[in-house]
């Protein structure tokens, strides 16, 4: 990217990362409910390991989303059949029926899915269910620190939003915190 205006960099930063992150949701979506162009500040001064920036967390709001719970929780291979499993009436959030894969949860919303409808669990219904990886949703399966997964009953708490820490963010991503910087300032600028 070096032979590159600024804003070229800042485009295809922004352009990459919502590809990664919430490519489903319109641009227009996401400027009004999910980008926060204030983000919490650090104290970085006291901290020995050096703490990514803040713009990390651009995406943050995005992790709220019930969908995107349910994919983080492992119970889908994809954040479409996270989608899927929402719209077709799987998904509880604190005993109700959610059907609105875009609602944002907040801190302590207990999500719970229909144990038949999760893919990597088989087996005959009434009996225990075994679980079986999806070869390619292996590189994916872990639980972020801000989700309490039990596999056991198919339920998850979200217990906070994502945050950045030193040395590492919570929020998964495939890109260097300094392309999140970029996109950060692309929509910051555009909002």
Request: aromatic fraction near 12%; charge should be positive; glycine fraction near 4%.
């Amino acid at each position: 990217m070096n032979n590159k205006t600024l804003f070229q960099q800042k485009w295809i930063a922004k352009r990459e990362s919502r590809a990664y992150h919430g490519d489903e949701i319109t641009e227009k979506q996401f400027k009004t409910k999910f980008f926060d162009a204030k983000l919490p500040t650090v104290n970085a001064a006291s901290q020995t390991v050096p703490h990514p920036p803040v713009s990390v967390l651009t995406f943050a709001e995005l992790e709220r989303r019930l969908d995107f719970v349910v994919f983080r929780s492992n119970f889908c291979s994809s954040i479409y059949a996270a989608r899927q499993l929402c719209v077709h009436g799987k998904v509880l959030v604190n005993g109700k029926k959610f059907t609105y894969p875009s609602h944002k949860l907040k801190d302590g919303d207990m999500i719970t899915v229909d144990p038949q409808a999760i893919q990597m669990l088989k087996g005959e219904k009434g009996t225990e269910l075994s679980f079986e990886l999806k070869p390619f949703s292996q590189p994916f399966l872990f639980v972020p620190e801000y989700l309490e997964v039990n596999y056991n009953t198919c339920q998850t708490v979200f217990l906070r939003s994502p945050i950045s820490r030193p040395g590492r963010t919570e929020i998964p991503s495939p890109y260097a915190p300094d392309i999140h910087s970029l996109a950060y300032e692309y929509y910051a600028r555009n909002k």
